[in-house]
């Protein structure tokens, strides 16, 4: 039997149950629960960049979307207030959709 040890999505026991196999899961507490879900975005961020195409690429955004909900929700925020506040910076520092792209900046 492979040994996974990782967080996985909620309907996973679920979907190994209708496979016929037989699972061992147990629930994180609050302290393993944000730790597991670093480990998580640290692994769908490797992910992303091995993607080998746009396909991909957006399939694994896709799934570090879904674990910034989840790191949203665990840091006491709901998605919509984490949208607020990517905006307040967006709109105070702007985005990254005018692509540039900082040389140097000559000291004072």
């Known amino acids: 039997m492979p040994i996974y040890n990782k967080l996985v999505r909620d309907r996973i026991p679920e979907i190994i149950q ?13 302290n393993e629960y944000l730790s597991e879900l670093s480990k998580k975005l ?9 993607a080998n195409n746009s396909a991909e690429a957006v399939e694994e955004l896709a799934d570090i979307m879904e ?4 790191l949203a929700e665990a840091h006491g925020v709901t998605v ?3 949208e607020r506040i990517r905006a307040e910076k967006a709109d105070k ?11 140097e ?4």
């Open 93 to 103: 520092r702007g985005g990254f959709k005018e692509r540039v792209f900082l040389i």
């Open 67 to 70: 674990l910034l909900h989840a």
């Open 105 to 108: 900046v000559e000291d004072a």
């Open 42 to 50: 640290r692994e769908e961020t490797y992910e992303f960049f091995a």
């Open 18 to 30: 209708k496979q016929g196999l037989s699972y061992d899961t147990r629930i994180l507490d609050s």
């Open 80 to 82: 919509e207030e984490l």
